[in-house]
C-alpha cells in the first residue's frame, strides 16, 4: 500500500490518499530510484508521471481521461477500447508504460525497462482480447471476400467504415453477432474449400500423393469437405461420398496416400482393365471385377510374382492388389471432380459467400449508417 503524500511529509491513511502498487514498483522504483510518482487523490484523480526524478523532466505524465503527455521524444499510442488505455515508449532509455482502466472500476499500469518492446505487444494483444475487438489486419482477408464477391454492396465503402461496421457487428443482443458468423463459417467454408481445390493428387510436396500426406488425415479433411459442400453443391458432394467410404476403411492398412495410389509397376495394364470394368455405370464391385476380367487380364502373373508380394499367399495377394487398385480408382474420381470444380472456382465461393447473405446485408446496413 502506497501513501501517495507521504507519512513522512504529514499524508494520512484516508481513502483518498492510498493506492495499491506491486512491491518492485513501490519499495525500488518510488522509493529508491524516484523514476515513477503518484499524484493526485484516488480513485479517480490519479496522475502518473514516468521517467523522472520526482516530477521532473518525466517521458509520460498520464491521467485518467486518455490525458497523456509525452516529452523526452518518447511515442504514445492510445487504444480504443472502449475505456482506457494507453502504451508509451520512451526510445532514449528504452522504458515502456502501459496503463489499462477501465472507467469507475481499476486502472493497473505496467512499467518495465524493456529494450524489444515485448510489453508494448503484449500489451496490444490484451488491449484487443478485453474489448472483443480483432487484433490489426484480422478483417483483411474478411473485407477482401466482401469486396470481391459482394461488389455492389461494399466496392465503394472504404476499408475504415467496413472495419468499424465489422466492429460494431461483432455481438447481438442473443450473443455472437454477424461478424462471428462470417469469421467462423463463411471464411472456414472458404478455406476447406479453396485448401482442396488446390491440393492436387501428384505434383510434389503440395500434392496429395506425397509420402508425408497420412489416408487418415486425408479422410477427416474430405469428410469436412464434403459435409461443407452439401450445402451449395449437392451433387459434388454425393459424388464424393463413396471416396470418403473407401478411406474410412483403408487408411487402417494404407498409412499415407502414396500407399493407396502406388501399385506395382508390373500392374499398370492390369489397373486399366479394372478402371474400364469399374468405371460409372457398370455397377459392379471391385470384388466382381477383380474376379471377373483382373484374374485374366494379361499380366496378373507377372503382378503376383512381383517384390512387393513377395511371401504372400495368393489369395493375400489378390486381396492387397484389389484394394490398391480400389484405393487408386477412388482417388482418380476424386481428382476429376477436384478439377472440375476448379474450372467453377469463382462460381463455387460466390454460392458459398451467398449462403450468409442475411449476415451481409447486417454489415452493409451498418455500413451505410456509419456513412451518414
Same mark, same amino acid.
Given at each position: 500500500?502506497?501513501?501517495?503524500? !507521504?507519512?513522512?511529509?504529514?499524508?494520512?491513511?484516508?481513502?483518498?490518499?492510498?493506492?495499491? $502498487?506491486?512491491?518492485?514498483?513501490?519499495?525500488?522504483?518510488?522509493?529508491?530510484?524516484?523514476?515513477?510518482?503518484?499524484?493526485?487523490?484516488?480513485?479517480?484523480?490519479?496522475?502518473?508521471? +514516468?521517467?523522472?526524478?520526482?516530477d521532473?523532466?518525466? +517521458? $509520460?505524465?498520464?491521467?485518467?481521461?486518455?490525458?497523456?503527455?509525452?516529452?523526452?521524444g518518447?511515442?504514445?499510442?492510445?487504444?480504443?477500447?472502449?475505456?482506457?488505455?494507453?502504451?508509451?515508449?520512451?526510445?532514449?532509455?528504452?522504458?515502456?508504460?502501459?496503463?489499462?482502466?477501465?472507467?469507475?472500476?481499476?486502472?493497473? @499500469?505496467?512499467?518495465?525497462?524493456?529494450?524489444?518492446?515485448?510489453?508494448?505487444?503484449?500489451?496490444?494483444?490484451?488491449?484487443?482480447?478485453?474489448?472483443?475487438?480483432?487484433?490489426?489486419?484480422k478483417? /483483411?482477408?474478411?473485407?477482401?471476400? #466482401? /469486396?470481391?464477391?459482394?461488389? %455492389?454492396?461494399?466496392?465503394?465503402?472504404?476499408?475504415?467504415? *467496413?472495419?468499424?461496421? %465489422?466492429?460494431?457487428?461483432?455481438?447481438? #443482443?442473443?450473443?455472437?453477432?454477424?461478424?462471428?458468423?462470417?469469421?467462423?463459417?463463411? *471464411?472456414?467454408?472458404?478455406l476447406?474449400?479453396?485448401?482442396? $481445390?488446390?491440393?492436387? #493428387?501428384?505434383?510434389?510436396? /503440395?500434392?496429395?500423393?506425397?509420402?508425408?500426406?497420412?489416408?487418415?488425415?486425408?479422410?477427416?479433411? $474430405?469428410?469436412?469437405?464434403?459435409?461443407r459442400?452439401?450445402?451449395? #453443391?449437392?451433387?459434388?458432394?454425393?459424388?464424393?461420398i463413396?471416396?470418403?467410404? +473407401?478411406? /474410412?476403411?483403408?487408411?487402417?492398412?494404407?498409412?499415407?496416400?502414396?500407399?493407396?495410389?502406388?501399385?506395382?509397376?508390373?500392374?499398370?495394364?492390369?489397373?486399366?482393365?479394372?478402371?474400364?470394368?469399374?468405371?460409372?455405370?457398370?455397377?459392379?464391385?471391385?470384388?466382381?471385377?477383380?474376379?471377373?476380367?483382373?484374374?485374366?487380364?494379361?499380366?496378373?502373373n %507377372?503382378?503376383?510374382?512381383?517384390?512387393?508380394?513377395?511371401? *504372400?499367399?495368393?489369395?493375400?495377394?489378390?486381396?492387397?492388389?484389389?484394394?490398391?487398385?480400389? @484405393?487408386?480408382?477412388?482417388?482418380? !474420381?476424386?481428382?476429376?471432380? !477436384?478439377?472440375?470444380?476448379?474450372?467453377?472456382?469463382?462460381?463455387?465461393?460466390?454460392?458459398?459467400?451467398?449462403?450468409?447473405?442475411? !449476415?451481409?446485408?447486417?454489415?452493409?446496413?451498418?455500413?451505410?449508417?456509419?456513412?451518414?
Amino acid at each position: 500500500m502506497h501513501h501517495i503524500i !507521504r507519512r513522512s511529509q504529514g499524508g494520512t491513511d484516508d481513502p483518498w490518499n492510498l493506492i495499491t $502498487l506491486c512491491e518492485a514498483h513501490h519499495l525500488n522504483i518510488l522509493h529508491n530510484l524516484m523514476t515513477f510518482a503518484i499524484k493526485g487523490k484516488a480513485p479517480h484523480d490519479l496522475i502518473f508521471i +514516468f521517467g523522472a526524478t520526482s516530477d521532473s523532466n518525466p +517521458f $509520460l505524465v498520464y491521467q485518467k481521461g486518455f490525458k497523456a503527455t509525452v516529452m523526452r521524444g518518447a511515442s504514445l499510442q492510445p487504444f480504443p477500447a472502449g475505456d482506457e488505455a494507453v502504451y508509451a515508449r520512451d526510445a532514449a532509455n528504452k522504458d515502456s508504460v502501459a496503463i489499462l482502466g477501465r472507467t469507475g472500476k481499476y486502472l493497473v @499500469a505496467m512499467h518495465a525497462y524493456d529494450p524489444k518492446n515485448t510489453m508494448g505487444k503484449h500489451f496490444s494483444a490484451l488491449i484487443a482480447k478485453l474489448s472483443g475487438a480483432p487484433p490489426p489486419g484480422k478483417y /483483411k482477408e474478411l473485407i477482401t471476400v #466482401l /469486396k470481391t464477391y459482394k461488389p %455492389l454492396l461494399f466496392k465503394n465503402i472504404p476499408d475504415d467504415i *467496413m472495419i468499424k461496421a %465489422l466492429d460494431e457487428k461483432r455481438v447481438s #443482443l442473443v450473443g455472437p453477432g454477424p461478424t462471428v458468423d462470417l469469421e467462423q463459417y463463411m *471464411m472456414k467454408d472458404i478455406l476447406a474449400f479453396t485448401g482442396m $481445390l488446390d491440393t492436387p #493428387l501428384t505434383g510434389g510436396k /503440395k500434392s496429395l500423393v506425397y509420402d508425408k500426406t497420412k489416408t487418415d488425415d486425408f479422410k477427416d479433411e $474430405l469428410w469436412d469437405f464434403v459435409t461443407r459442400l452439401k450445402d451449395f #453443391l449437392p451433387e459434388a458432394a454425393s459424388r464424393l461420398i463413396g471416396v470418403v467410404d +473407401f478411406f /474410412k476403411q483403408a487408411h487402417k492398412h494404407m498409412v499415407t496416400v502414396r500407399d493407396a495410389f502406388v501399385i506395382p509397376k508390373a500392374g499398370e495394364n492390369v489397373y486399366i482393365v479394372y478402371k474400364s470394368h469399374r468405371g460409372p455405370g457398370t455397377d459392379q464391385t471391385p470384388e466382381s471385377v477383380y474376379d471377373t476380367w483382373v484374374t485374366k487380364a494379361p499380366g496378373i502373373n %507377372l503382378v503376383r510374382s512381383s517384390a512387393e508380394y513377395k511371401g *504372400m499367399s495368393g489369395a493375400e495377394i489378390d486381396k492387397a492388389f484389389r484394394e490398391h487398385m480400389e @484405393a487408386r480408382y477412388q482417388l482418380e !474420381r476424386y481428382e476429376e471432380i !477436384r478439377k472440375e470444380m476448379l474450372q467453377n472456382r469463382e462460381k463455387i465461393i460466390e454460392k458459398i459467400v451467398s449462403k450468409y447473405d442475411d !449476415r451481409i446485408n447486417s454489415i452493409h446496413k451498418a455500413c451505410k449508417e456509419l456513412m451518414k
